[in-house]
């Protein structure tokens, strides 16, 4: 998704929980005429041995949505956020919950999020209080 690809900013949000290092990558689109309302499409990057195949199809679907979206301005911004939804029930272990606090996306107002899932665990999304009024949709 980055630059040399689809023209877009790529942050990378390292993190470590459990003795684990972790990463967030968000690419966030800002909007033109309404920049502070952001819409969240999510995408989990949790994988064990035995559900590699079925959770490759939401990171898959996440880079083919953002190619659709390279060079077309929006009205409102979007985030495209690939985390690790947390196999434990810690929340320091949750990509989501680490994003929410960063920089790049913590200002916004997030007005719909888009969780793409496989419909194979780990499941729900566990969102970070922040968000739990923020309406979402998921789509497999």
Not at 12 to 25: D, H, K
Request: hydrophobic content about 40%; aromatic content about 4%.
């Amino acid at each position: 998704m980055g630059p040399d690809n689809m023209g877009h900013a790529v942050v990378r949000q390292e993190f470590t929980a459990g003795g684990q290092a972790l990463e967030n990558i968000m690419v966030p689109l800002m909007g033109k005429t309404k920049a502070d309302e952001a819409v969240l499409v999510l995408a989990p990057l949790d994988t064990t041995e035995a559900n590699a195949p079925d959770e490759a199809a939401p990171p898959a679907a996440l880079l083919g949505i953002a190619h659709s979206f390279a060079g077309d301005p929006q009205p409102r911004t979007i985030v495209f956020l690939a985390a690790p939804n947390g196999l434990s029930t810690r929340d320091d272990a949750n990509g989501c919950w680490q994003a929410a606090n960063h920089v790049t996306i913590s200002d916004l107002k997030f007005t719909q999020i888009i969780a793409l899932t496989s419909g194979n665990p780990p499941e729900p999304f566990r969102l970070p209080e922040v968000w739990k009024d923020v309406p979402i949709r998921k789509s497999r």
